[in-house]
């Protein structure tokens, strides 16, 4: 029986010893009321009230506890679809020659900004030129001779009055006339033709944009109007478009943004974050079957060609607003086992978890559609620290501390007496 009592007093001690070094396992005295008697009994009196106290009791028990919070408003809840973009030339054109010839001159370098009908090539002229001369000067010999034809005709019709000369003479001078009167017509649409060829042998910007690379195109180079390769391609890069997808669920939202001239915002992922906005100017009339996307278009303006085709971007476009949405920062909403959960303070101090209804994040903002109502508290901060029914006391979020005053500057700025 002493042997017995002996070890009894033995596992009470260790016991004691396990609760008191792992403060978790403490918790179980809460659930065993006469383990915590013994308990109680076998430590000293100042330490018996710190030991027996769970970290629950504690945030009850010793004081509020300090969060954060926030007041619930009504805002505008910017609905917003993002996706991946690429930046598009809104038109490109390969320059080409449109008659053969020999390269001249080139009037520009590789990367410039060229205006529409701004002079790119010339190639070499010399023979058109001969061919102009030489088709003006028949025009002008066959002028004279009609004017000869017909005065020969004016003559021969006194005569034919006369019945001086015979009605077939009379015939062959009017057959004369209208012959090179036909002549002189053919060699004036052919001087047309050649000066038109004269204008192609002068190359032009068929629109306003840069230019690519011309490395072998060079001055003394014979160029063919059947050559395949472009002498240069030229992007036009102002407006500029940004093509991206969307899944097909989102299309009905898309199309209302489309009617109502909705805007979106183009970043450039990079150190320095670049943002361009532009107006959505394209949907396309079909949705992608292997990928279940609609393609769809940003117009930017780009004048300052922060944009450049090829480039990846992200788009947001801002498809429509809705009012008189309930508005919280982000932080206050939280996941739970019955969905999305906000801890609101009431009137007395004590906080209550509230089951919400969350529409979307935008940004660092929660927009919800119900669960709370305008001007109630909630806590933004300090969520792991309380439970149901906790009490709070609300404090200030930590802002940047200004500088030190130090004691010299204490006296310095204390009044005199």
């Given at each position: 029986?002493?042997?017995?009592?002996?070890?009894?007093?033995?596992?009470?001690?260790?016991?004691?010893?396990?609760?008191?070094?792992?403060?978790?396992?403490?918790?179980?005295?809460?659930?065993?009321?006469?383990?915590?008697?013994?308990?109680?009994?076998?430590?000293?009196?100042?330490?018996?009230?710190?030991?027996?106290?769970?970290?629950?009791?504690?945030?009850?028990?010793?004081?509020?506890?300090?969060?954060?919070?926030?007041?619930?408003?009504?805002?505008?809840?910017?609905?917003?679809?993002?996706?991946?973009?690429?930046?598009?030339?809104?038109?490109?054109?390969?320059?080409?020659?449109?008659?053969?010839?020999?390269?001249?001159?080139?009037?520009?370098?590789?990367?410039?900004?060229?205006?529409?009908?701004?002079?790119?090539?010339?190639?070499?002229?010399?023979?058109?030129?001969?061919?102009?001369?030489?088709?003006?000067?028949?025009?002008?010999?066959?002028?004279?001779?009609?004017?000869?034809?017909?005065?020969?005709?004016?003559?021969?019709?006194?005569?034919?009055?006369?019945?001086?000369?015979?009605?077939?003479?009379?015939?062959?001078?009017?057959?004369?006339?209208?012959?090179?009167?036909?002549?002189?017509?053919?060699?004036?649409?052919?001087?047309?033709?050649?000066?038109?060829?004269?204008?192609?042998?002068?190359?032009?910007?068929?629109?306003?944009?840069?230019?690519?690379?011309?490395?072998?195109?060079?001055?003394?180079?014979?160029?063919?109007?059947?050559?395949?390769?472009?002498?240069?391609?030229?992007?036009?890069?102002?407006?500029?478009?940004?093509?991206?997808?969307?899944?097909?669920?989102?299309?009905?939202?898309?199309?209302?943004?489309?009617?109502?001239?909705?805007?979106?915002?183009?970043?450039?992922?990079?150190?320095?974050?670049?943002?361009?906005?532009?107006?959505?100017?394209?949907?396309?009339?079909?949705?992608?079957?292997?990928?279940?996307?609609?393609?769809?278009?940003?117009?930017?303006?780009?004048?300052?060609?922060?944009?450049?085709?090829?480039?990846?971007?992200?788009?947001?476009?801002?498809?429509?607003?809705?009012k008189d949405m309930l508005s919280v920062p982000a932080s206050a909403v939280?996941?739970?086992?019955?969905?999305?959960?906000?801890?609101?303070?009431?009137?007395?101090?004590?906080?209550?978890?509230?089951?919400?209804?969350?529409?979307?994040?935008?940004?660092?903002?929660?927009?919800?559609?119900?669960?709370?109502?305008?001007?109630?508290?909630?806590?933004?901060?300090?969520?792991?620290?309380?439970?149901?029914?906790?009490?709070?006391?609300?404090?200030?979020?930590?802002?940047?501390?200004?500088?030190?005053?130090?004691?010299?500057?204490?006296?310095?700025?204390?009044?005199?007496?």
């Open positions: 029986m002493k042997r017995l009592l002996i070890w009894t007093l033995m596992l009470l001690a260790g016991g004691t010893a396990v609760l008191w070094s792992f403060p978790a396992a403490r918790t179980v005295l809460d659930v065993f009321p006469p383990l915590r008697s013994a308990f109680d009994a076998a430590l000293p009196a100042p330490q018996r009230d710190t030991a027996t106290t769970s970290p629950a009791k504690k945030g009850k028990g010793g004081g509020p506890v300090p969060v954060t919070a926030a007041t619930v408003t009504l805002a505008e809840m910017p609905v917003i679809l993002s996706a991946p973009g690429t930046v598009e030339a809104q038109a490109t054109v390969g320059v080409k020659a449109r008659v053969d010839g020999q390269i001249a001159e080139v009037l520009f370098k590789e990367g410039d900004l060229v205006k529409k009908d701004q002079v790119l090539f010339k190639l070499d002229d010399r023979l058109i030129q001969a061919q102009i001369k030489q088709a003006e000067a028949n025009i002008t010999k066959d002028k004279a001779t009609l004017a000869d034809a017909e005065g020969i005709l004016e003559r021969r019709e006194v005569l034919i009055q006369k019945k001086i000369t015979s009605e077939a003479s009379l015939d062959t001078a009017k057959a004369q006339v209208a012959a090179l009167k036909a002549t002189i017509a053919a060699g004036q649409a052919g001087l047309d033709a050649q000066r038109t060829q004269l204008d192609y042998l002068t190359i032009r910007a068929p629109i306003t944009g840069r230019t690519g690379g011309i490395s072998a195109v060079n001055p003394g180079m014979n160029v063919r109007a059947a050559d395949t390769a472009t002498l240069v391609l030229i992007n036009q890069i102002s407006p500029i478009l940004v093509t991206f997808s969307m899944p097909q669920a989102e299309l009905p939202a898309l199309r209302r943004a489309l009617a109502s001239g909705a805007s979106g915002d183009v970043a450039i992922p990079g150190p320095h974050r670049t943002v361009r906005t532009g107006m959505l100017a394209f949907i396309d009339n079909q949705v992608d079957k292997q990928t279940g996307t609609v393609a769809a278009r940003l117009m930017v303006p780009n004048e300052d060609e922060a944009l450049w085709p090829g480039q990846a971007v992200e788009v947001a476009l801002k498809v429509e607003v809705k939280l996941p739970a086992q019955q969905g999305m959960i906000v801890w609101v303070i009431g009137p007395d101090n004590r906080v209550t978890a509230k089951p919400v209804k969350l529409e979307r994040f935008v940004e660092q903002t929660a927009y919800l559609s119900g669960g709370l109502a305008p001007g109630e508290k909630v806590v933004t901060d300090g969520q792991v620290r309380i439970g149901a029914g906790t009490m709070v006391t609300v404090r200030e979020p930590a802002g940047p501390k200004g500088p030190a005053t130090s004691k010299s500057d204490e006296k310095r700025n204390r009044p005199r007496s």
